[in-house]
Each structure stands twice: as structure tokens, then as C-alpha cells.
């Protein structure tokens, strides 16, 4: 069985409007379908209006739905929001979404994209660039 990997925050936002519940619902959706996902818990990327926003990987990219419900879950799955297909709550491609698009992330460019207590993932997107640089240094 093939995983589809999916992001779900598990930040203050998030979890204050329902992404444990969600979590819960993916999860039981899923295995009555006996469908495997890969679920990834990052953080926000800052639209709280949008949150839980819940992010598929597809081929083309990260789709957006969002803010998602746990009474949603049934419809998104039978919309095949697995497969990056439209539904009410589809925002399209993550990186294409306006709010999204036009910001300058610094401190926070990783926050939101990956699971933060990946290392691998840390260092995919340029994490520890600068403590090697800094190791290999002269004293």
C-alpha cells in the first residue's frame, strides 16, 4: 500500500479550532477506505483563518484545503482531495496562494513546510549551512 503524505499544524491555532479531532478523522477515514496516509505535523504557516489547513503532496505540489472540519473529511476523500482534486475547501497549489506567494520568510521559512522534529527535513531546505560554516572556520 502506497502512502499519500499529508501536513496537518499541530500548533496553537490549529489545535484550538480542531486539527486533533481532524487527525483522528483522517485517520479513521482513511483505514475504513484502506487507504494509507503519511501524516506530517508541522507548523502554521500563519493564515489562522485558514487553519487547520490541511496540505496534500501531489506531483505537482503541496494542495491546500482548508479550514478543514472534521465533517469534511468523508467529502474530501470522495472529491479524491488525495489526488490534489477540487472540493469547497480546495485553495489550490500552497506555493500559488497569494498570502503565501508575496511573503519574505526569514525566521520562520522553515515553519509551516516541514515536521520540526525532522533533521533530515531541517537539512533538506538549507538547514546548518551556517554552523558548518561556522565549524570549519579558523579558531
Known amino acids: 500500500m502506497s502512502l499519500t503524505r499529508i501536513y496537518l499544524p499541530r500548533e496553537t491555532t490549529a489545535l484550538s479550532v480542531g486539527a486533533e479531532q481532524l487527525l483522528h478523522q483522517l485517520q479513521t477515514e482513511a483505514s475504513y477506505r484502506g487507504l494509507g496516509l503519511e501524516i506530517v505535523r508541522n507548523g502554521s504557516r500563519g493564515a489562522c483563518w485558514l487553519e487547520p489547513l490541511l496540505e496534500v503532496e501531489t506531483p505537482a505540489g503541496r494542495i491546500a484545503y482548508g479550514p478543514v472540519q472534521p465533517e469534511d473529511v468523508a467529502s474530501l476523500f470522495d472529491a479524491g482531495f488525495l489526488q490534489g482534486e477540487r472540493h469547497p475547501l480546495y485553495l ?39 554552523l558548518e560554516r561556522a565549524l570549519a572556520m579558523s579558531g
Not at 520568510?105 to 531546505?125: E, H, M, Q, W
Request: net charge neutral; glycine share 12%; charged share 20%.
Open 92 to 130: 489550490g497549489l500552497v506555493d500559488d496562494i497569494p498570502y503565501f506567494k508575496n511573503q519574505e520568510r526569514l525566521t520562520f521559512a522553515r515553519c509551516g513546510v516541514i515536521d520540526p522534529l525532522s533533521v533530515t527535513a531541517y537539512k533538506n531546505l538549507g538547514g546548518f549551512q551556517g
